[in-house]
């Protein structure tokens, strides 16, 4: 039974991966150096998607401090590195969605804002990274989600039209980089949405678990 996109790109934390805990870990840790309080894990929950540039910068804004983030980040990647694989885990429904896309031949790539380098890793790590043709990280290119140019830079590399093509994520980010990049778009309500109307956004669908998105 053939699907109807034979290339299906999916966001990774908030999508694929529950990373929450280990991402706002990091992220208290690199707060605690320079002696500013922890947050909680909701609230960091909320500055996920942009990339961990843009992570830090509104936690240090939060915090009211003005400190030189080109002096933060080296640090809180080292945290960000040493926390990766402390908790991660995947959520329910996605080895099933995967097997069963796989099956149908569909091809499966990963457009995540998360740096190149540590996704590998996470991706090993929970037994998965076997299912992707191709990962593309938020530094991969000179431009990351919420621009089309990732969507539509993998879209070009299995010569599928950028509307042929299903984009799964679970953000406001995710949303705009398929609007952009004129591509359908399915999102999860589990995620971290950050301010998107699950109930109104324009989206193929919007499911519970990824196991639906196989009956597409």
């Not at 707060?31 to 998607?49: C, F, H, K, N, S």
């Not at 990962?135 to 140019?149: A, M, N, Q, T, W």
């Not at 010569?159 to 406001?172: E, T």
Request: glycine share 8%.
């Amino acid at each position: 039974m053939s699907y109807p996109y034979p290339l299906v790109i999916f966001d990774l934390d908030g999508t694929l991966v529950d990373s929450a805990p280990d991402i706002a870990e990091a992220l208290n840790r690199t707060l605690e150096d320079w002696q500013l309080p922890r947050v909680p894990e909701a609230t960091v929950l909320t500055w996920i998607g942009d990339g961990v540039r843009r992570l830090v910068e509104q936690a240090f804004n939060a915090a009211g401090s003005d400190i030189d983030l080109a002096r933060v980040m080296p640090g809180f990647m080292r945290h960000y590195e040493a926390c990766l694989l402390r908790s991660p885990r995947l959520y329910d429904g996605v080895v099933p969605a995967l097997e069963a896309l796989r099956a149908r031949n569909v091809a499966l790539a990963i457009c995540t804002n998360k740096p190149a380098a540590m996704v590998a890793p996470l991706l090993a790590h929970l037994g998965v990274q076997d299912y992707f043709k191709t990962v593309l990280g938020g530094d991969s290119l000179p431009e990351r989600k919420p621009s089309g140019v990732p969507l539509r830079h993998i879209a070009d590399a299995f010569n599928v039209a950028p509307g042929a093509a299903l984009m799964v994520g679970d953000s406001i980010t995710d949303y705009r980089a398929a609007v952009d990049a004129g591509m359908p778009v399915a999102l999860v309500r589990y995620g971290y949405p950050r301010g998107l109307d699950l109930e109104t956004v324009d989206a193929v669908t919007v499911v519970d678990d990824l196991r639906a998105l196989p009956g597409l």
